[in-house]
Nanobody
Framework: QVQLVESGGGLVQAGGSLRLSCEAS????????MGWFRQAPGKEREFVAA????????VYADSVKDRFTISRDNGKNTVYLQMNNLKPEDTAVYYC????????????????????WGQGTQVTVSS
């Protein structure tokens, strides 16, 4: 089992920044690709970003490319999502997720492949 706990959400004005953190416990962290997903009210959950177990490969949704950066610290069992130039359409509950995955392989973007999920953290961007 892997337990995931997100933190760092909050209320920010458009153009501002937030950094989300997700701490994992339970298994060897580098054996897991990590992803961030989000769900806005009335919308389906969508992929945001993902990173390989080694941290050398990252992939982003087009809507956040060049604004968001995913990173991980395997020594701290933590994955981060740095969000810059936030827009009102980024408002959502953000979830981190983990999947047991080959350490150097590109992380998956399909949510149903992920085995473990955090409880979510709310991000609200005001205009």
């Amino acid at each position: 089992q892997v337990q995931l706990v997100e933190s760092g959400g909050g209320l920010v004005q458009a153009g501002g920044s937030l950094r989300l953190s997700c701490e994992a416990s339970g298994r060897t962290f580098s054996n897991y690709a990590m992803g961030w997903f989000r769900q806005a009210p009335g919308k389906e959950r969508e992929f945001v970003a993902a990173i390989s177990g080694s941290g050398r490969s990252a992939v982003y949704a087009d809507s956040v490319k060049d604004r968001f950066t995913i990173s991980r610290d395997n020594g701290k069992n933590t994955v981060y999502l740095q969000m810059n130039n936030l827009k009102p359409e980024d408002t959502a509950v953000y979830y981190c997720a983990a999947v047991n995955w080959p350490i150097s392989s590109k992380a998956p973007t399909y949510g149903k492949l992920y085995q473990y999920w955090g409880q979510g953290t709310q991000v609200t961007v005001s205009s």
